[in-house]
């Protein structure tokens, strides 16, 4: 998508310009995999004009393979964001109605091709939410790759926005997590979408506490409903307002509960693509460490800890920074 964001923290009504970048769930979590140096291959649908391209460079820019990208429809979808500071709370207004990937249909893409060479597979809930076309292209992607032996992971990322074609998430979603071998979520996202909740819990009203072991019942839960999930992860941001979060997360497979550290985010730059940096190290993690959970658990934490210093929707963290943090180097002294 193409992200129009107003200057720093300028509300909607007061911005007389907005900063362009790019940006998108899977998108982002292409480009910290490829950071991290992991072959990664983006596939969607975009136009033939001039903002496209730009998209395409951009991506190409980050080291994300962009051959598979198909080309037709009219336009590239947009967001807007207004970002909030203390009591007031980020805004985004989708404008993705008629946008390419949104007019999308079965069969436009050659799953068997895209599926040859790859390990793994990941989408989230904000590409079933564009439209019917988009959530039955995501389902064909889904069965091609249960059927190839690849893996599948997918971000609930609950959007109540986007949800405007007829079908609810509740009615689509269980289809497509059915054929997920890891699954990530927050405690939104499984309490909308499949009404599972940890007891007790209100996020509005942690004040940046979050207890961890409440949410093994969300993944014990979620691994009941979902057969085929072999590690549930749950992403846990303590408000304490909105340039103030503590950040964290659980990770639940083979009956055991792993926790993070907990991360105390005093000045939060851009939240946005928070839980993609996570999904994107934790890809990682689980690449590079297949036999230690906690250890890719503890580099997603830190990885998306640091993408809340970076503008834009992309961690641009490095490898090395990402392990420094872990090691407890969080000081933020010049680097010389």
């Excluded at 998209?55 to 909030?84: K, P, Q, S, W």
């Excluded at 207004?93 to 008629?98: H, M, S």
């Excluded at 819990?201 to 004040?207: L, P, Q, R, S």
């Excluded at 992860?233 to 509960?257: E, F, K, M, P, Q």
Aim: charged share 20%; proline share 2%; net charge negative.
């Amino acid at each position: 998508m193409l992200r129009l964001a107003t200057p720093g923290y300028l509300r909607f009504s007061q911005a007389k310009e907005y900063g362009a970048t790019f940006g998108g769930g899977e998108a982002n979590v292409a480009v910290s995999l490829a950071n991290y140096g992991i072959e990664t291959d983006f596939i969607t649908r975009l136009p033939l004009n001039d903002i496209a391209e730009a998209c395409i460079m951009d991506l190409r820019a980050h080291n994300v393979g962009v051959g598979n990208i198909l080309r037709g429809g009219d336009r590239i979808g947009i967001y807007f964001l207004e970002t909030g500071a203390v009591a007031r709370a980020s805004k985004v207004i989708y404008d993705r109605a008629g946008s390419s990937i949104a007019t999308i249909e079965k069969g436009s893409v050659d799953w068997k091709t895209v599926f040859k060479d790859a390990a793994w597979f990941h989408w989230t809930g904000i590409t079933p939410a564009i439209s019917q076309g988009a959530a039955d292209v995501c389902l064909e992607a889904v069965k091609a790759a249960n059927e190839m032996g690849v893996i599948v992971s997918c971000d609930l990322n609950y959007r109540k926005n986007l949800w405007k074609y007829g079908k609810t998430a509740s009615e689509t979603m269980p289809a497509l997590v059915e054929g997920c071998d890891i699954i990530l979520g927050n405690e939104e996202d499984c309490e909308k979408v499949f009404g599972i909740k940890p007891e007790g819990f209100d996020a509005a009203a942690t004040g940046g506490e979050v207890n961890a072991a409440e949410f093994e019942s969300v993944c014990k839960q979620m691994m009941a409903r979902f057969p085929r999930c072999r590690k549930m992860i749950v992403t846990l941001r303590g408000a304490v307002n909105a340039n103030h979060n503590t950040w964290g997360g659980v990770l639940y497979s083979d009956g055991a509960l792993k926790q993070s550290k907990r991360y105390d985010i005093t000045h939060i730059v851009d939240r946005v693509g928070g839980g993609d940096s996570f999904m994107g190290g934790l890809i990682y993690g689980l690449l590079t460490f297949p036999s230690d959970d906690q250890r890719a658990l503890d580099f997603a934490v830190a990885a998306s800890c640091l993408k809340h210093t970076i503008y834009g929707d992309y961690n641009l963290a490095t490898l090395s920074e990402v392990e420094n943090l872990m090691k407890g180097d969080g000081s933020g002294r010049v680097s010389r």
